[in-house]
């Protein structure tokens, strides 16, 4: 073999050599010259987070960013893990959806150490100084909104009692759960005191009528087992439940129990997100009602809010929330009620689904 061919053949294996080195320093992740941005999204079991983490990416990328999207599975090992690969292979901004709010702290911490912003996003990261900016809807409101919906439709005002309900809400490991619970509670905690509400399970706290996960699974379990334990005898009138996955599992319960949606005595049950299958549910009138949050609006409001970090300004605000360690920059979105009357005008009309979406 000649020597210059032998020359030829080693500069090729010396920058295949470098090549990979490059790759491996970086992850092996080629952003173009692109800031790239980490998208940390909880699960794709629940509807909205895989539609927040596509909508993202499609804006991010459209706003002439690298993205990588993750999902976690309910799993906080491995969102840690998912977070810590962001970090390696070069993210300057991470928007985190948590899966336990209180648990990335150190993960967080290694971020921060690298310079990376980090916005929380519609579950505020708590117990940590490493949070840039939150983007949520008001999830005080996000309860008190289904609680007044109870209250109006049964005009808990001037009723006698008493009127049975049980209440599901979000795990512990979620900061928006309690929140949530808080609201709804502001708002019928004086019909409870009063006996108007009774609540024959006994069951009343957050941590009592919490539902792992969200999941409807065990939605439904739950709310079977108070059926059984509780209402052998009477009935169930409201199902206060804290989003659109415990609604439909307590929902799924009530009518396997003999309830008929659209009779007199088919209870009032709560939730929140409008998922398609919630809002087939309010339709058929086997849900009563559903808060929209519009994840369009917080989508835009995460990637405003990451850009102007990037640049070096400030996001737009106009609230704080308090994380246990100080007041987070904060940027609450609007929401609104869905019901059997609005969800045209609200959902169709506006353009979040079509009629076929809704199997209509």
Known sequence: MKIATLRRIAVALVVTLVCLTLASCTGGTSTGGKTLVGISMPTKSIQRWETDGENMRKGFEDAGYATMVEFANDDTAQQVSQLENMINKGCKAIVVAAVDSVSLSSVLEQAKNKGIFIISYDRLLTDTPNVDFYVTFNNKKVGSEMALYVEKTLDLANAAGPINMEISSGPPSDN???????????????????????IPSGQTTAEQTAIDNWELANSQTRMENLLNGFYTDKKINIAICANDTTGRGAANAIIAAGYTPGAADYPIITGQDCETASVQYIIDGKQGMSIFKDTRTLGDQAIKATISLLNGTAPDQNDVSNNKVFDVPTYNCDLIAVTKDNYKEVLVDGGYYTLADLGL
Do not use: C, K, R
Not at 177 to 198: F, K, N, R, T
């Open 176 to 198: 928006n759960a309690g929140l949530i619970y808080g609201g709804m509670m502001e708002v019928l905690q004086p019909y409870i005191d009063s006996g108007v509400v009774v």
